[in-house]
Nanobody, 123 residues
Framework: QVQLTESGGGSVTAGGSLTLSCETS????????IGWFRQPPGKERELAAA????????YYAESVKGRFTISRDNAKNTVTLQMNNLNPDDTADYSC????????????????WGQGTRVSVSL
């Protein structure tokens, strides 16, 4: 069983930055593709960014390209999402999810989920 623990959410003003972390346990980290999903209030959940288990392939939603950076630290079993130049449209509940040997963008491959962390961006 894979456990995922998110940290780093909070409230910022527009233009600010936040760093989200997702720490995993229960399975070899090198087998896990990690995705950061977000669900804005009243909207559907979307995949914001993903990094494959090899670290070689990275995906960003168009809405976050150039502002968000996803990275993984295999020594710490952690994936980090650096979010810069935040705007109110980034307000959402953010969750990380793991897909064993996942391709990255295939949503159905994400099987394990964290509890989520809230990000609020105000003007």
């Amino acid at each position: 069983q894979v456990q995922l623990t998110e940290s780093g959410g909070g409230s910022v003003t527009a233009g600010g930055s936040l760093t989200l972390s997702c720490e995993t346990s229960g399975r070899a980290f090198g087998e896990l593709t990690i995705g950061w999903f977000r669900q804005p209030p009243g909207k559907e959940r979307e995949l914001a960014a993903a990094i494959t288990y090899t670290g070689k392939n990275i995906y960003y939603a168009e809405s976050v390209k150039g502002r968000f950076t996803i990275s993984r630290d295999n020594a710490k079993n952690t994936v980090t999402l650096q979010m810069n130049n935040l705007n109110p449209d980034d307000t959402a509940d953010y969750s990380c999810s793991a897909a064993p040997y996942g391709e990255g963008t295939r949503i159905y491959e994400y099987y394990y989920w964290g509890q989520g962390t809230r990000v609020s961006v105000s003007l």
